[in-house]
């Protein structure tokens, strides 16, 4: 946590993004990550209206907007009592603050579906496509297949080697890994996740020269 003139800084931050995508690169974008808590709080209220106020294009939300709701007034009664600086209460904040963020993307996800490509509903839901870059390969990537509860693993081949996927949810403090499998090939699915649950995940190359991790990423089931 930082604290600047008094007020609190957000520091929850994930590239989920990069998940929220169309067939034409497109991404719906939330532009989010860098905002205040109390700026996530009024954007994600606009755009549960604004969703709210469409039901014929918006016909069943994912996650609800009684859910979305609940988040936003639970992270914005946890940044009214966080103003007195006491560490427990500003920690409880940035977890209500993961809680909404993790839900928020849920949202854009729901609505990239229901636009698939029309821009005009992307604007209807108070969000907007942003042209994603064209960018190499990354060395290891994960991705959101069409099953629930479900994350795809996969990263650049290598000579004899064999790959261990593995996953945890406290990945940005203890980082205690569980092993999902072990294979010979690049890719994987990790499957059984709770839906909407931030995860991190790893692969462990294992080969002649022993064993290597490579940067984990996060990203939350559909």
Not at 39 to 55: E, V
Not at 126 to 136: A, F, I, M, T, W
Not at 170 to 194: E, P, Q
Request: charged share 20%; hydrophobic share 40%; aromatic share 8%.
């Amino acid at each position: 946590m930082i604290f600047l003139g008094g007020m609190i800084k957000s520091r929850f931050s994930c590239h989920l993004k990069n998940n929220i995508m169309n067939n034409n690169s497109n991404r719906v974008a939330l532009n989010m990550s860098k905002s205040s808590v109390p700026q996530k709080i009024n954007k994600s209220r606009y755009i549960i209206d604004s969703i709210s106020n469409n039901p014929g294009t918006f016909t069943n939300p994912s996650p609800s907007i009684a859910t979305v709701s609940t988040a936003i007034n639970n992270l914005e009664l946890a940044w009214n009592e966080a103003a007195d600086g006491s560490k427990s209460k500003i920690a409880l904040m940035h977890d209500k603050e993961r809680d909404l963020m993790v839900l928020m993307y849920a949202v854009a996800a729901y609505v990239a579906v229901v636009a698939n490509g029309d821009a005009e509903i992307v604007h209807l839901a108070g969000l907007r496509y942003k042209k994603s870059p064209e960018r190499k390969q990354e060395d290891f990537e994960v991705f959101l297949p069409d099953d629930r509860g479900a994350v795809g693993l996969k990263c650049n081949a290598r000579k004899k080697t064999l790959y261990r996927w593995e996953y945890c949810k406290d990945g940005a403090i203890s980082r205690t890994w569980t092993t999902a499998h072990t294979s010979d090939t690049s890719s994987a699915f990790v499957g059984n996740l709770d839906s909407n649950v931030l995860y991190w995940f790893r692969v462990v190359l294992m080969n002649k020269n022993g064993e290597h991790a490579l940067e984990p990423k996060c990203i939350a089931p559909l």
